[in-house]
């Protein structure tokens, strides 16, 4: 090092003693106060920026955990909200099962003579030109074309085709269909047919013969197809002309085709016997 470098040296050294001397010594004295007041108002704004920065960094990222912490449970009350729904269903579904097989079980009891088997809608027609189901028993449970399906609360239709485990049902209300009826009150007897609509029509019922709106249309049980005394529906209107030999009348069948879930095969019956005069 030359005498020139070491003379800087030794002087920076001593400027720097000096100068932190005087520091020293005014800080001492409080004559710095003056320049740390105006480096307090010069910084304090920053740090209060900073500071607020800082703060709300931490309430967004809080505010995000808040908001996962909320979905998550969002989430689990949704799965738990639909297994109760699903539960809720299965339980309404058992309820109105129940209810279908207690009136079945009643409509047995009611009847001893008939021997019924209980069996599930599978299938209709889905174009509704043709009246038929679809249940889900057929030869191998004993079912047999021909034989009448009921509910409880009147007649279905009958069997048309069975298969080993399924069967086609015609309903009474298909224009091909025709049932020997009776009016429950005057004992008049006609014979109930299907229409195009869907609905019901009760034919060859004489002239003099009292039918009025409200009568119940009951089977009669001629020609042995079906037992007596099925309910069939109710009469709704009745045709009647003096140039005409028979009237008619409009029935509502007592059976929501449309609402069919379970029905009974007849599988048998007491038929009535006719005996011919000698």
Do not use: W
Not at 66 to 85: K, T, Y
Not at 146 to 164: C, D, F, K, Y
Not at 247 to 275: C, K, N, W, Y
């Amino acid at each position: 090092m030359t005498r020139m470098q070491r003379g800087g040296t030794v002087l920076f050294l001593l400027l720097f003693v000096a100068l932190a001397g005087t520091t020293l010594i005014l800080d001492r004295t409080d004559r710095l106060q003056p320049v740390k007041n105006l480096v307090a108002q010069i910084t304090s704004p920053v740090q209060d920026v900073l500071s607020s920065a800082t703060g709300r960094l931490t309430d967004f990222r809080q505010l995000f955990t808040d908001m996962e912490v909320c979905r998550a449970e969002n989430e689990e009350l949704q799965l738990l909200v639909d297994q109760l729904i699903i539960e809720n269903v299965r339980l309404r579904e058992a309820e109105i099962e129940n209810v279908t097989l207690r009136e079945q079980l009643n409509f047995k009891q009611a009847n001893p003579s008939f021997e019924l088997l209980s069996s599930q809608v599978i299938g209709r027609d889905p174009s509704n030109l043709a009246g038929y189901l679809i249940i889900d028993r057929g030869t191998r449970q004993g079912v047999a074309v021909g034989m009448p399906v009921l509910t409880h609360r009147g007649l279905v239709g009958r069997v048309t085709e069975a298969a080993p485990n399924s069967s086609k049902v015609l309903l009474i209300t298909d224009p091909s269909s025709s049932v020997n009826a009776l009016i429950q009150e005057s004992r008049a007897t006609g014979v109930v047919q299907g229409s195009i609509r869907q609905g019901l029509t009760m034919r060859y019922i004489q002239q003099t013969e009292d039918v009025k709106p409200g009568d119940l249309v009951l089977t009669s049980g001629l020609g042995g197809n079906f037992p007596t005394r099925l309910i069939i529906g109710q009469v709704t209107a009745v045709m009647k002309t003096d140039v005409e030999l028979f009237q008619q009348a409009e029935v509502r069948p007592s059976v929501d085709f449309g609402r069919l879930e379970m029905v009974l095969v007849l599988t048998s019956f007491e038929t009535i016997v006719f005996e011919t005069q000698q």
